[in-house]
Structure formats: structure tokens, C-alpha cells
T-cell receptor, first 115, second 112 residues
Framework: GAGVSQSPSNKVTEKGKDVELRCDPI?????LYWYRQRLGQGLEFLIY????????KSGLPSDRFSAERTGESVSTLTIQRTQQEDSAVYLC?????????????FGPGTRLLVL | GEDVEQSLFLSVREGDSSVINCTYT??????LYWYKQEPGAGLQLLTY?????DMKQDQRLTVLLNKKDKHLSLRIADTQTGDSAIYFC????????????FGTGTRLQVTL
């Protein structure tokens, strides 16, 4: 596609439920990133995937958070047993060495609200 | 760890120039970026600068980098109401795929 897409755009869930967020990167981009943005704050890095290398999971806040990526395409971020503090906008980005020297291009985000 | 700081708010009149400032601590930063976020939207890449450059100009945007002071600025000439948004600076220490460390964002308000 022309840009990074994410789904759903909004998700409301009850505390304790699991959620899955999806990201479709720009075609051909080998690197994919997940960030979290709490209300009124900057972005916190969560995890990134680059090609066939092991993902950098150093930003995941707890073991309730996990992510997978199939090859160089779609990624899903899973949050298990959601808590109210997980409420945030989850942003996905992708990049490539050929596209502005690894500059990251962001999707519109998934706004998650945990009640 | 890396730290990136920005002032929270800037108000300018339409037609004036805006200067948004950013300081960072990581001396190994290789690329520095400016992103724009409009209400309810994702982040839009505005421009970026490599650490061996002092300045980059792109239409109304001018980026200045003082590597000695670890200071980055974004100047928007002839600021328009459509420039009202939150502006984030970000840095990465990698020449390849690497996480970005973001500042807290500067809210730019353009008044008539």
C-alpha cells in the first residue's frame, strides 16, 4: 500500500481481556517498529523487527506484551490481560535503507481504551 | 540512557517565523528527525539531518544542528495556521534500522 496501515483504528476493551493490534508496513520496508503514546506524552519505543534478525524487545513494559511479524509483512502486537494503564495510542512505523536512509514512516495508530 | 528535551509550547502569529528547539544527550546520535502530529493523527515525517551536517533547508523548513552543544532546531518560515500541531524531535544512534528516542513534543499554536 501507499502508507503504513493499522487496524483497528479504535479499540475499547474491558480490563483483563486480551487485544490484538495489527500493522501493515509499507511494501518493501524491512524494518517495523511499535511505539506507545500515552495521552499528552511523547512516544515510547516498544519493539522492532529488522529482516530475519531477532527482534529488539527492550522496550516492552511487561511480559503481557508480545509481538510477531510474518516475514517482512504484517505484524501483530498482543496485549494480554489488559490493564487501565495500557490505554494509549499504539503507533506502528516501518523503514528501509532505500527510503530516506531508514527514516521511519508512521501509521495512523490504534487508540486503545481499557475500561 | 538517551534523553531528548523540548519546550512544551510555542505561540506565533501567522506570517512570522517559528523556531522549535530540541536538546539531546546521546553523543552518538547519527540521524535526527522532526515529525509533525496533528490532532488525532499519526506522525508525519517532516525532515531529517545527518549528524555530520550543520544545516538543511527544505522549502519553508530549516534545520540547524549544533553538535557540540547537542542542540537541534526547526525553523518554519512564514508560519501558517495549518502549521498548528505538535512537533517532535527524535534521534537514533544507528545508521541502520534502530529505535527512535523522541522528545516530549512542542505544541505550536499559530494565531491570526
Amino acid at each position: 500500500g501507499a502508507g503504513v496501515s493499522q487496524s483497528p483504528s479504535n479499540k475499547v476493551t474491558e480490563k483483563g481481556k486480551d487485544v490484538e493490534l495489527r500493522c501493515d508496513p509499507i511494501s518493501g520496508h524491512t524494518a517495523l517498529y511499535w511505539y506507545r503514546q500515552r495521552l499528552g506524552q511523547g512516544l515510547e519505543f516498544l519493539i522492532y523487527f529488522q529482516g530475519n534478525s531477532a527482534p529488539d524487545k527492550s522496550g516492552l513494559p511487561s511480559d503481557r506484551f508480545s509481538a510477531e511479524r510474518t516475514g517482512e509483512s504484517v505484524s501483530t502486537l498482543t496485549i494480554q490481560r489488559t490493564q487501565q494503564e495500557d490505554s494509549a495510542v499504539y503507533l506502528c512505523a516501518s523503514s528501509s535503507a532505500l527510503a530516506s536512509r531508514w527514516a521511519q514512516y508512521f501509521g495512523p495508530g490504534t487508540r486503545l481504551l481499557v475500561l | 540512557g538517551e534523553d531528548v528535551e523540548q519546550s512544551l509550547f510555542l505561540s506565533v502569529r501567522e506570517g512570522d517565523s517559528s523556531v522549535i528547539n530540541c536538546t539531546y544527550t546521546d553523543s552518538s546520535s547519527t540521524y535526527l528527525y522532526w515529525y509533525k502530529q496533528e490532532p488525532g493523527a499519526g506522525l508525519q515525517l517532516l525532515t531529517y539531518i545527518f549528524s555530520n551536517m550543520d544545516m538543511k533547508q527544505d522549502q519553508r523548513l530549516t534545520v540547524l544542528l549544533n553538535k557540540k552543544d547537542k542542540h537541534l532546531s526547526l525553523r518554519i518560515a512564514d508560519t501558517q495556521t495549518g502549521d498548528s500541531a505538535i512537533y517532535f524531535c527524535a534521534e537514533t544512534d544507528g545508521g541502520t534500522a534502530s529505535k527512535l528516542t523522541f522528545g516530549t513534543g512542542t505544541r505550536l499554536q499559530v494565531t491570526l
